[in-house]
């Protein structure tokens, strides 16, 4: 029942992946991309539409227009920005952050391995010329994230060029911090294991923000990228600690 439970959690969250590509979508093209029946995709819009993530329409759907959208806007350029910092032969990390994880898709670089907890990744549009690989771990859902002892045994023998992680929230006061204890260790072993630099990718909606555990404390944070709605003031105090900080604007589009 869990796994049939998380099969379905998946697909939605496909659907809505490829929405944010093209905001109108079929139920027959869906239903082919996906390999489900027809009244499956029918059931999973309704779904999708009952909790205003998306517009019915006959024979199809469309994305709704919610602040939403401006997040995923800003997460799309944050993650295009980042992508920019990659460069041929590079072994990178990425954690479960889905703002991370759509570096995958603006990379164009040759020879780039990708090692990832996420396990969303499968799913996941890139160049042929990059290689993913999963940590492999304990499979927790709805993140897809891999974490316990299997994934960080595997970790440890690896040391990436880069790596680029994702928060919950991050300010001068506490660093980098995550809501998900299981996934501190992962983000630690990430960020120690970067041999060269660290990016921090965080939309304005988690700056000057605390969460649970801290996964990296300020004084280890070189760069952080965000978007221009961000505090001003908690970007501030962010930089008087060292920090050199990227905004990306609308004007990037």
Not at 91 to 111: D, G, M, Q, Y
Not at 131 to 138: A, I, K, R
Not at 153 to 181: D, H, P, V, W
């Given at each position: ?91 990178l990390f990425i954690n479960t952050s889905s703002n991370a ?153």
């Amino acid at each position: 029942m869990k796994k049939d439970r998380a099969c379905v959690d998946n697909r939605r969250n496909r659907i809505l992946a490829l929405m944010e590509k093209n905001p109108r979508v079929r139920v027959d093209e869906l239903a082919d991309i996906l390999e489900v029946s027809l009244i499956t995709i029918r059931r999973d819009l309704q779904y999708l539409e009952d909790r205003k993530l998306l517009v019915r329409t006959h024979g199809g759907a469309v994305a709704s227009q919610n602040p939403m959208d401006e997040i995923s806007l800003y997460r799309k350029l944050i993650a295009e920005f980042a992508a920019g910092f990659v460069t041929d032969n590079d072994t990178l990390f990425i954690n479960t952050s889905s703002n991370a994880l759509k570096i995958l898709e603006h990379i164009s670089c040759s020879n780039v391995t990708v090692i990832t907890n996420n396990g969303k990744a499968i799913h996941c549009d890139h160049s042929q010329e990059v290689n993913v690989v999963l940590t492999g771990g304990e499979l927790r859902y709805p993140k897809e994230a891999m974490v316990g002892d299997f994934a960080l045994r595997n970790l440890q023998t690896i040391y990436a060029k880069k790596a680029f992680i994702g928060c919950s929230g991050i300010s001068a006061e506490n660093g980098m911090t995550t809501e998900l204890f299981n996934e501190v260790s992962i983000n630690e072993m990430m960020v120690s294991h970067a041999t060269q630099e660290v990016y921090v990718l965080a939309d304005h909606t988690k700056i000057g923000k605390n969460s649970s555990f801290v996964s990296c404390p300020i004084d280890k944070i070189k760069y952080l990228i965000t978007d221009e709605k961000a505090s001003t003031e908690a970007l501030d105090l962010i930089r008087e600690k060292g920090v050199t900080v990227y905004v990306v604007s609308r004007k990037d589009r």
